[in-house]
């Protein structure tokens, strides 16, 4: 239905309605509003929480894109899509989901990433904004309007006393506090909003603490961003606070960022009295973004200068923060069996991995095996597991696929550590034909693996010691790689010439048309303990240097390789991405 305060050159436009099967099975629900000839630029919209996409209709109508294919979902749990009321599994999912509706998009709709353009609302905001930052999408630009990365809560301590209720009595839903007069000043929307049978009030407790800490996240590394942004905030607003938008954008490390405040709007901004006002300035935003010529700064030498090397320096210079934590790990930590060979052998080694991935707590005394428990649970290391989970899964995928496509299954591991994911891997796949030559240049790993694949009886592994970063030996690989891995690699080396060049001898060994799986290490709650505690496998500070998802993308597409998917645990640490070669069939 077309709002009576309607601009005079409103576009009515009726919405079609589709579905985006997601990789869980989940199909949702979304609306689109497409010109008469097709586009080659996409809008999406994600709405706030307790929200639907059939809300945005005098939206879309006012911002008079007459060129501009525009999306809106219904997220999980909302609206037309599935889902109990107000829930997920966890807030990542949901945030996998965007990833996933815009590759819909792409793929459906035949528009480009570089043409799509997010405008996303409180809740939605703020799955734009850790979309934009966790998969790195090379979009044009998004518009954060009320986006809540600080939810009001009024109650004090309700975060940890939400924490507390979580872990004793389970999953659970809250009732929001918000109603429609705290929304909107506009009396005829209020009431739309109460008498929409779509519309509810709870969220599930979990998604509450996600989106807090998913935001808290976002705070802390907003300068990861390189994406032209607009936020909109509103002053009159009860819901969320102003100040983390402000932080927010004043963090960003893009050059094109903008500021606008509506003093007498409340949240739910897009139905406010006088909207058409904060429309009309979205609008101008996204036609400025379309017509701009996309040429985004390169972070190839962001191992130069930037944002993550300026980190770098500052964790370089002497500090006396953590002393306590380095005394107590170097003396009483030694109780631990992991800790103890943290110290042995470097944190960052593939002995430490391999124990890590064991998850068996050990120690000397009790004292000794709780300290281990601890280091084990700590989110660093649960995070390395749950990549462990993902490589296994995207390997999983690719071998299968790669398989049904005819091809050979020919695996390449330029640094395997102890070989457990890709050897376990062929083990529980004897149904295909599997060779896996795996490399690493220690060997107290190679005989590790050696001793795996001997336990599995696996005749296709070849163990062989190799240099990662050598360009040449990596393209003489025999036979040539269908599947490539380089896991846990680059995450180590701060400089990005010698990534460049690893990445150079996987294009040149690869056969077009192949993958390569690559992880990364976007962000690290804990980056600066490691650097002021522990010590690598070199026996010096473990100082990391931390890559950006758009760098590392970045990098695997300069050499020849076009990304296709990634996952992400939920704590935003660790990546794991498959791209293809470049000149082979998708």
């Given at each position: 239905m077309s709002s009576l305060l309607a601009e005079p050159n409103a576009l009515h436009l009726p919405a079609t309605e589709h579905k985006a099967l997601m990789s869980d099975g989940v199909e949702l629900f979304y609306r689109a509003w497409l010109p008469n000839v097709p586009a080659k630029k996409a809008l999406l919209l994600f709405h706030r929480g307790h929200e639907r996409s059939g809300r945005w209709q005098e939206t879309v109508e006012n911002l008079a894109l007459d060129d501009v294919a525009i999306f809106a979902w219904d997220a999980r749990g909302h609206g037309l899509s599935p889902g109990e009321r107000g829930s997920a599994v966890n807030l990542a999912r949901v945030i996998k989901d965007a990833d996933e509706f815009a590759r819909h998009i792409a793929t459906q709709h035949n528009i480009a990433h570089e043409d799509m353009i997010v405008l996303a609302h409180s809740v939605g905001a703020v799955v734009a904004a850790a979309w934009v930052h966790d998969y790195a999408p090379p979009i044009r630009a998004m518009i954060l309007a009320t986006p809540a990365f600080?939810?009001?809560?009024?109650?004090?301590?309700?975060?940890?006393?939400?924490?507390?209720?979580?872990?004793?009595l389970g999953p659970g839903f809250v009732s929001s506090y918000v109603t429609s007069g705290m929304l909107t000043h506009d009396p005829v929307e209020a009431k739309r909003y109460d008498a929409d049978p779509l519309i509810f009030r709870q969220i599930a407790v979990n998604i509450l603490l996600d989106l807090h800490d998913t935001s808290t996240r976002l705070l802390d590394d907003a300068g990861a961003?390189?994406?032209p942004t607009m936020?909109?905030?509103?002053?009159?607003?009860?819901?969320?606070?102003?100040?983390?938008?402000?932080?927010?954008?004043?963090?960003?490390?893009t050059p094109i960022k903008r500021w606008e405040m509506f003093s007498d709007f409340s949240h739910a901004v897009f139905h406010e009295k006088g909207r058409e006002k904060l429309v009309t300035k979205a609008s101008a935003f996204i036609l400025e973004r379309f017509a701009a010529a996309r040429a985004p700064a390169s972070l190839l030498d962001a191992d130069k200068q930037g944002y993550t090397k300026a980190e770098f320096d500052r964790l370089q210079e002497p500090s006396w923060r953590y002393g306590f934590t380095r005394w107590f790990l170097k003396n009483v930590g030694t109780l631990s069996k992991g800790i103890a060979l943290g110290w042995e052998s470097g944190f960052d080694s593939g002995v430490t991995l391999d124990y890590v991935y064991k998850n068996e707590a050990q120690g000397a005394t009790p004292l000794g095996w709780l300290i281990d428990r601890n280091y084990l649970d700590s989110v660093g290391w649960t995070g390395i597991r749950q990549r462990r989970v993902h490589l296994e899964k995207v390997l999983h995928t690719l071998i299968r696929e790669t398989h049904a496509a005819g091809r050979p299954v020919n695996v390449l591991d330029i640094a395997t550590g102890a070989g457990r994911y890709v050897l376990e891997t062929m083990n529980h796949l004897r149904d295909i034909p599997i060779t896996a030559v795996l490399r690493d240049y220690k060997e107290a790993n190679l005989e590790a693996a050696r001793q795996l694949a001997a336990s599995l009886n696996l005749a296709g592994a070849t163990i062989l010691h190799g240099d990662a970063f050598d360009?040449?030996?990596?393209?003489?690989?025999?036979?040539?790689?269908t599947i490539g891995i380089v896991s846990g690699l680059y995450e180590l080396f701060p400089d990005n010439e010698p990534v460049r060049r690893s990445l150079a001898g996987l294009a040149d060994a690869i056969e077009p048309g192949g993958h390569l799986i690559y992880t990364n290490q976007p962000w690290h709650p804990q980056v600066e303990m490691i650097a002021r505690t522990l010590t690598n496998r070199e026996g010096k500070p473990w100082i990391m240097r931390r890559r950006t998802q758009a760098e590392m993308d970045e990098l695997v597409r300069a050499a020849g390789f076009v990304k296709l998917t990634q996952e992400i645990d939920q704590w935003g640490i660790f990546t794991v991405s498959v791209?293809?070669?470049?000149?082979?069939d998708a």
């Amino acid at each position: 239905m077309s709002s009576l305060l309607a601009e005079p050159n409103a576009l009515h436009l009726p919405a079609t309605e589709h579905k985006a099967l997601m990789s869980d099975g989940v199909e949702l629900f979304y609306r689109a509003w497409l010109p008469n000839v097709p586009a080659k630029k996409a809008l999406l919209l994600f709405h706030r929480g307790h929200e639907r996409s059939g809300r945005w209709q005098e939206t879309v109508e006012n911002l008079a894109l007459d060129d501009v294919a525009i999306f809106a979902w219904d997220a999980r749990g909302h609206g037309l899509s599935p889902g109990e009321r107000g829930s997920a599994v966890n807030l990542a999912r949901v945030i996998k989901d965007a990833d996933e509706f815009a590759r819909h998009i792409a793929t459906q709709h035949n528009i480009a990433h570089e043409d799509m353009i997010v405008l996303a609302h409180s809740v939605g905001a703020v799955v734009a904004a850790a979309w934009v930052h966790d998969y790195a999408p090379p979009i044009r630009a998004m518009i954060l309007a009320t986006p809540a990365f600080r939810v009001k809560l009024y109650v004090p301590f309700a975060v940890p006393l939400l924490r507390m209720r979580e872990k004793l009595l389970g999953p659970g839903f809250v009732s929001s506090y918000v109603t429609s007069g705290m929304l909107t000043h506009d009396p005829v929307e209020a009431k739309r909003y109460d008498a929409d049978p779509l519309i509810f009030r709870q969220i599930a407790v979990n998604i509450l603490l996600d989106l807090h800490d998913t935001s808290t996240r976002l705070l802390d590394d907003a300068g990861a961003i390189t994406v032209p942004t607009m936020v909109m905030a509103a002053g009159s607003d009860w819901v969320v606070d102003v100040g983390a938008q402000e932080e927010f954008l004043r963090k960003l490390s893009t050059p094109i960022k903008r500021w606008e405040m509506f003093s007498d709007f409340s949240h739910a901004v897009f139905h406010e009295k006088g909207r058409e006002k904060l429309v009309t300035k979205a609008s101008a935003f996204i036609l400025e973004r379309f017509a701009a010529a996309r040429a985004p700064a390169s972070l190839l030498d962001a191992d130069k200068q930037g944002y993550t090397k300026a980190e770098f320096d500052r964790l370089q210079e002497p500090s006396w923060r953590y002393g306590f934590t380095r005394w107590f790990l170097k003396n009483v930590g030694t109780l631990s069996k992991g800790i103890a060979l943290g110290w042995e052998s470097g944190f960052d080694s593939g002995v430490t991995l391999d124990y890590v991935y064991k998850n068996e707590a050990q120690g000397a005394t009790p004292l000794g095996w709780l300290i281990d428990r601890n280091y084990l649970d700590s989110v660093g290391w649960t995070g390395i597991r749950q990549r462990r989970v993902h490589l296994e899964k995207v390997l999983h995928t690719l071998i299968r696929e790669t398989h049904a496509a005819g091809r050979p299954v020919n695996v390449l591991d330029i640094a395997t550590g102890a070989g457990r994911y890709v050897l376990e891997t062929m083990n529980h796949l004897r149904d295909i034909p599997i060779t896996a030559v795996l490399r690493d240049y220690k060997e107290a790993n190679l005989e590790a693996a050696r001793q795996l694949a001997a336990s599995l009886n696996l005749a296709g592994a070849t163990i062989l010691h190799g240099d990662a970063f050598d360009r040449a030996s990596l393209a003489a690989v025999t036979p040539r790689p269908t599947i490539g891995i380089v896991s846990g690699l680059y995450e180590l080396f701060p400089d990005n010439e010698p990534v460049r060049r690893s990445l150079a001898g996987l294009a040149d060994a690869i056969e077009p048309g192949g993958h390569l799986i690559y992880t990364n290490q976007p962000w690290h709650p804990q980056v600066e303990m490691i650097a002021r505690t522990l010590t690598n496998r070199e026996g010096k500070p473990w100082i990391m240097r931390r890559r950006t998802q758009a760098e590392m993308d970045e990098l695997v597409r300069a050499a020849g390789f076009v990304k296709l998917t990634q996952e992400i645990d939920q704590w935003g640490i660790f990546t794991v991405s498959v791209a293809r070669r470049v000149g082979g069939d998708a």
